[in-house]
């Protein structure tokens, strides 16, 4: 196994695309798995089409399902901080992304990207991991 870890600054996005980076960690790799995980309490990974009105689609679902208020139980931190700590329990912390011939096999309008809502802490870092197939 190969591993990397990337360190990001997510100051004034809640979303970062982490599919470059990605694509150039498995360049000259063989067949296998990729494997992202952020190991952050308050962050998701997620697969979405960008560009097209997605994103703004996903966050307004994220103040849906999430709302930045006073109602949670974890309130340290902004308002709404409680929120940030459910995201990971609707978008996982990890994924993980066929790999052929040293290129992720996504679909053609898939990106992978970095979720993170969380305005408290925009120093985030992200995992890759390599398992070859053989």
């Given at each position: 196994?190969?591993?990397?870890?990337?360190?990001?600054?997510?100051?004034?996005?809640?979303?970062?695309?982490?599919?470059?980076?990605?694509?150039?960690?498995?360049?000259?790799?063989?067949?296998g798995l990729l494997h992202v995980f952020v190991p952050h309490a308050t962050a998701g990974i997620a697969v979405i089409e960008?560009?097209?009105?997605?994103?703004p689609d996903l966050r307004e679902l994220l103040d849906r399902l999430?709302?930045?208020?006073?109602?949670?139980?974890h309130r340290h931190g902004s308002p709404g901080h409680?929120?940030?700590h459910l995201l990971p329990a609707l978008l996982s912390p990890s994924l993980t992304v066929p790999v052929l011939d040293?290129?992720?096999?996504?679909?053609?309008?898939?990106?992978?990207?970095l979720v993170d809502t969380n305005e408290d802490n925009p120093r985030r870092r992200v995992r890759l991991s390599f398992v070859s197939g053989g």
């Open positions: 196994m190969r591993s990397e870890e990337l360190t990001l600054d997510t100051t004034g996005r809640w979303y970062v695309d982490l599919t470059p980076a990605a694509a150039e960690f498995c360049r000259g790799e063989g067949d960008l560009g097209d009105g997605s994103e999430l709302p930045r208020d006073d109602r949670y139980t409680g929120a940030d040293g290129q992720m096999a996504l679909g053609t309008w898939q990106h992978v990207v």
